[in-house]
């Protein structure tokens, strides 16, 4: 099967060659959430298979995915599903409520969802994981996180957990499936009305932060904190983010090169190059807010961004080889 009229919604790479694309293309059934893959870097790219779960409409059961391996990955938000087999087949996953993120590091896979199916769960929400390559999902003692809409960030046996819901956010660091640290909120220092919107981690002990509040007229204040002991102690960059746009993530390629995407009335891509001394915008849309997502670093030079949602319109993938100073669309 081709992929004409393939329209992008989320992207993962496992290494600079391998990566995989799930997005939305015209089928005879209508509309099919279908997988694409590359085995060389983004050149080409072939049709793997369809996920039966609707990514646009309604009621989209999906939104992103995440490969651990050429052949272990996940589509969920909210629904949770898995393959074993590089995206040909896939398995629907149960759980008690909408799972709002997947990643994956060192060989295991970490899901963060919510204890009930219809908020607010008092329980708040549960860190789930899995050796990549079964569905043997449990979820991970430690203390309550907050209920509501998280991400998580892994690097090597470590992950970082964010969470903000329900009037109440948590900070958590997770080391080896089970040393659980809770860690304390680096905004109440870095401005009123800040609230941590996710961090980057480039190695299990230095990893950049970001604050983001105070919104209005279509832009808010943006803070980008710097931790070299796993987020135990942060510091504000020099510099700061531009304001427009409301602040969507952040991701680094090393520990001077960190970007922040954002959107409102425009998309834009922030970037700095030294360490947050100095920012400036490689992308720049004047398009009522499509927004960059998924945007993230392979390696201290290759990275991926989602231009646009399929079920809103139009949208693409975008690749850097120079850490973010420029972005090429992909062509499928």
């Given amino acids: 099967m081709s992929l004409a009229g393939f329209k992008p919604a989320s992207v993962t790479f496992v290494s600079t060659t391998q990566g995989f694309v799930l997005g939305v293309q015209t089928c005879a059934a209508g509309s099919c959430t279908t997988l694409a893959s590359t085995a060389d870097g983004g050149a080409t790219w072939s049709y793997v298979g369809a996920v039966t779960a609707a990514i646009t409409g309604s009621n989209p059961a999906v939104s992103k995915v ?140 230095d990893l950049f932060e970001l604050c983001a509040g105070d919104p209005g007229a279509g832009s808010e204040t943006k803070v980008v904190l710097f931790s070299s002991d796993g987020g135990a102690h942060a510091t504000a960059t020099s510099a700061a983010p531009p304001r427009g746009g409301l602040a969507s993530g952040i991701a680094a390629a090393s520990t001077a090169v960190v970007a922040v995407p954002a959107a409102s009335g425009a998309s834009y891509l922030y970037r700095s190059a030294d360490g947050g001394h100095t920012w400036a915008t490689p992308l720049n849309q004047g398009d009522g807010g499509v927004g960059y997502f998924d945007v993230g670093f392979t390696t201290a030079t290759q990275g991926v961004a989602v231009y646009g949602n399929p079920a809103q319109g139009n949208s693409s993938l975008l690749m850097t080889h120079d850490a973010g100073a420029t972005w090429k669309p992909v062509t499928f």
């Avoid at 272990?72 to 393959?83: N, V």
């Avoid at 908020?119 to 050796?131: A, E, F, K, M, Y």
């Avoid at 003692?141 to 809409?149: H, M, Q, R, T, V």
């Fill in 66 to 205: 995440r490969f651990a391996t050429k052949n272990d990955g996940w589509a969920f938000g909210p629904q949770l599903w898995s393959t074993h087999n590089g995206g040909r087949t896939w398995t629907a996953q149960p759980t008690p409520g909408p799972v709002s993120d997947v990643e994956a590091s060192g060989g295991v896979a970490y899901a963060l969802e919510a204890s009930c199916g219809t908020p607010p769960c008092i329980q708040g929400d549960r860190l789930l994981q899995t050796p990549v390559s079964t569905d043997g999902w449990t979820a991970i003692s430690g203390p309550k996180l907050a209920d509501g809409a998280g991400s998580l960030a892994p690097h090597g046996n470590t992950v970082w957990v964010v969470v903000n819901g329900g009037g109440t956010s948590t900070f958590d660091m997770v080391v080896a499936g089970g040393s659980w640290h809770r860690l304390a909120n680096p905004c109440a220092a870095a401005g009123a009305d800040l609230a941590l919107v996710g961090v980057a981690p480039v190695t299990t002990s």
